[in-house]
């Protein structure tokens, strides 16, 4: 009797560049990889957000992956990892998207180990092109800590600009913290990307 090898097959796999990194959708079937990863940078990811805060457990990593794959039959949002050598180091999201009304909101999240190469970045761009191309999605929000300098210098990258500041509207352990607003409209984002896509 042949023995059957179990391959781990990736529906898609996007290329973030030279450097091996790639971009996958994040499953509820890897919700026990989410979590070791989730674990090891813990801290750092819940210095702004609350996904550390989320994420605790088996159950709750499933919970919370299941939650997305169902916004993504709904066409309301999506979530991607970014692995590097094979191991999940972060991902991007869409937390929410309205078709219908072509707008979404990005955000993502990075362990301490991936941080300054510009991962997140790299990412952001593919999912961002893909919701104004393929998902005529004509305004895309990143909502920030004011504190959140690094993923404040994302926005700044991706050509982004500063809507204003909601203040004290994010109540995270115990305190109130100031939203930044950045986005990029659709024709912005087509002008600013016109090289790369001819």
């Known amino acids: 009797m042949r023995r059957l090898r179990l391959w781990r097959v990736t529906m ?3 290329s973030l560049g030279d450097d091996g990194a790639q971009l996958r959708p994040l499953e509820p079937w890897q919700a026990e990889e989410f979590l070791t ?4 940078g813990r801290e750092f990811i819940g210095r702004y957000i609350g996904l550390a805060d989320v994420v605790t457990d088996l159950e709750s990593s499933r919970s919370f992956l299941r939650a997305y ?3 993504a039959a709904a066409d309301t949002g999506r979530i991607y990892g970014i692995w590097t050598n094979g191991v ?3 991902g ?7 078709v219908e009304h072509g707008t979404a909101e990005a955000g993502c999240w990075l362990e301490p180990s991936a941080a300054g190469r510009g991962l997140v970045t790299r990412a952001a761009r593919v999912i961002i092109t ?3 191309e393929q998902r005529d999605i004509h305004r895309v929000e990143w909502r920030v800590s004011a504190a959140n300098e690094a993923s404040i210098a994302v926005a700044r990258r991706l050509g982004m600009r500063k809507d204003g500041v909601l203040r004290e509207s994010y109540p995270f352990r115990g305190k109130r913290h100031d939203i930044e607003v950045w986005s990029v409209l659709a024709p912005e984002w087509r002008e600013a990307t016109a090289p790369e896509r001819s």
């Open 12 to 14: 898609f796999a996007v």
């Open 37 to 40: 990863h989730m674990n090891r």
């Open 69 to 71: 794959a169902e916004k």
């Open 88 to 90: 999940l180091v972060g």
């Open 92 to 98: 991007v999201l869409f937390r929410t998207m309205d």
């Open 130 to 132: 893909w919701a104004i």
